[in-house]
């Protein structure tokens, strides 16, 4: 039963009807028409945002060139120093079947063009960015890409992706130019890039060595004091063995944006901004580069974390990067009051652990910590995959779980993808005991989000995949979680909460499938929701489209409701 005043149960009902009660006009029929939603996508609004709406990160497939039973991938496989090249079996222009190819080339994406739509927080379109292809791209389908972030002090929108033209393949497995792994078969290389967005429209791109061999997921701005820097999340390496320079550009990274064009702009070599060894909680030796596998980024109160979701190895959990020395002696711990942010990167060391057949290389010294209270067993036996991270306040944090990505399906359902299955996918609320100085989860909202029920998007085939490396499942997409998300606290102690969807499917590759943004209230002082909490849809992808992030627009104030 939820312990609040029929004050507050009433103003989180308000606060549901100002989103959800606002009928058609609004919300459902904003987004039913696919000759509108192409009509949105010609070109920039020519106007500065508005403060207060909301910015949703989208890419639109375009084709490659790729020649089924010709094309041979992954690109550059005939001279690259390790790997094997295969046929391409789908023909690049054959949207989503052309994501079969991941059967024959495991790391398969095509470069697309990026849009920030520009949105009122109940969901009516106001116009759309489109962010210049010739500095900056998305890999279609990296699912974990194209996160959303506002600058504490809200004067910049921050995100990543890369320096290469739309149709490109395998860039976001490629090498950087700076950063040369060896054993990577995709041989690119390609810069990734980090885009920052002022209130008026301004872009600004900066071109990283990091993530080289894998890819830059998020970025945020830190603009406190004056101060113009960005950290990152992501991970880097393909190879068995990933050498000295690609443990560096792993992970958490810190970039002094550029003012020189793109073009120009010859970065040297990546500087880490963090680095956690699960060594630190006693367990076996790992690669550095798995445990430094991040997802999502957030800033609060001079504190900066981090996420880890996916892969089988390190730990899924919450992580914060400690610019004390002092909140984590043993891998775990709780920020200290009066931390900064940093302004200048760490100096690091790459040390090899393992032995000289089988070099294990990590950074010295580590200086993240797990989140006291959030898990700290391995990936390999975990239930848990945190993504995007909202706090409301200092002992209220949100943290969105995108599900196990398991699409088993039988009578209809993704049965591993259902509620039942994943107590954690949905919005996990977690809040700080205070007595127990650690945090706790309090409740998961999933209802609304019809965990692991496939639903249909008009042109986007039905029945099974069946094709050319096809998996045999069903191509309809099914909700299996929530990735990025943001929120607001109104004046009235009531949450909202916008999220974007991640899905599980029978296509070639489940990050291609047509996605959702979401919405929902919590009472942010509740000890558990109220039995009529639920999520609704404020916008779905069309074909042939991908949203991705979620932030408010730059210009944005803290308190702004």
């Not at 390496?237 to 792993?250: I, K």
């Not at 959030?374 to 239930?383: E, G, Y």
């Amino acid at each position: 039963m939820l312990t609040k005043p029929r004050r507050a149960r009433s103003a989180t009902r308000r606060a549901h009807r100002r989103l959800a009660g606002v009928g058609c006009a609004l919300v459902v029929c904003a987004w039913a028409s696919a000759a509108q939603a192409d009509a949105w996508h010609h070109g920039h609004r020519g106007a500065e945002l508005r403060p207060g709406d909301l910015l949703v990160s989208t890419s639109d497939y375009v084709p490659a060139d790729v020649t089924a039973g010709v094309t041979q991938l992954p690109p550059g496989c005939a001279t690259a120093p390790t790997g094997s090249c295969a046929t391409a079996v789908v023909s690049g222009d054959d949207f989503p079947a052309v994501f079969n190819n991941d059967s024959v080339d495991s790391f398969f994406g095509v470069d697309t063009p990026v849009y920030l739509d520009e949105l009122t927080p109940w969901g009516e379109h106001v116009g759309t960015i489109r962010v210049p292809t010739n500095e900056f791209v998305t890999s279609f389908s990296s699912k974990s890409e194209l996160a959303l972030n506002l600058s504490p002090e809200g004067r910049y929108v921050s995100f990543m992706g890369y320096d290469a033209q739309p149709g490109v393949v395998d860039s976001s497995n490629a090498n950087t130019p700076g950063v040369l792994d060896p054993g990577n078969g995709d041989v690119g290389p390609y810069y990734r890039v980090v885009a920052q967005l002022d209130r008026w429209g301004h872009f600004t791109f900066t071109r990283t060595n990091a993530y080289s061999g894998d890819n830059g997921r998020a970025a945020i701005t830190n603009d406190e004091n004056g101060q113009d820097l960005v950290y990152t999340a992501g991970n880097a390496g393909q190879s068995g063995s990933p050498p000295a320079n690609v443990v560096q550009s792993a992970g958490a990274q810190f970039v002094t944006p550029s003012q020189q064009p793109e073009a120009d702009q010859t970065p040297g070599a990546p500087t880490p901004l963090g680095s956690f060894n699960i060594t630190e909680l006693g367990y076996p030796l790992d690669k550095a580069t798995k445990d430094n596998n991040f997802r999502a980024i957030a800033i609060h109160d001079n504190v900066i974390y981090y996420t880890k979701g996916s892969g089988g190895n390190g730990i899924n959990t919450v992580y914060f990067v400690d610019t004390t020395g002092k909140a984590c002696p043993n891998g775990v711990g709780l920020p200290v009051p009066g931390a900064q942010l940093p302004t200048s990167p760490p100096t690091f060391t790459v040390e090899n652990f393992g032995t000289a057949k089988k070099p294990n290389n990590g950074l010295v010294p580590t200086n993240m910590c797990i989140l006291k209270g959030f898990p700290t067993n391995l990936a390999k036996s975990t239930t848990n995959f945190p993504f995007g991270m909202w706090f409301a306040n200092d002992h209220t944090l949100y943290v969105a779980d995108e599900g196990a990505g398991d699409n088993t399906f039988a009578n209809g359902q993704y049965v591993n993808a259902t509620a039942a299955a994943q107590p954690n996918a949905g919005l996990e609320k977690w809040v700080f005991d205070a007595t127990a100085q650690q945090w706790k989860l309090a409740y998961t909202l999933q209802n609304g989000l019809d965990l692991g029920q496939p639903y249909t998007v008009p042109g986007y085939p039905t029945g099974l995949n069946t094709g050319p490396g096809g998996t045999m499942g069903p191509w309809s997409p099914a909700t299996d979680g929530l990735r990025a998300l943001t929120g607001r606290v109104g004046p009235d102690g009531i949450a909202t909460i916008w999220a974007v969807t991640s899905t599980v499917s029978g296509s070639g590759d489940n990050g291609a499938d047509p996605d959702k943004l979401v919405a929902t209230v919590d009472a942010v002082n509740a000890a558990a929701p109220a039995p009529w909490e639920r999520f609704w849809t404020v916008r779905d992808a069309r074909f042939g489209q991908v949203l991705r992030g979620v932030s408010f627009t730059p210009g944005t104030e803290s308190d702004r409701w």
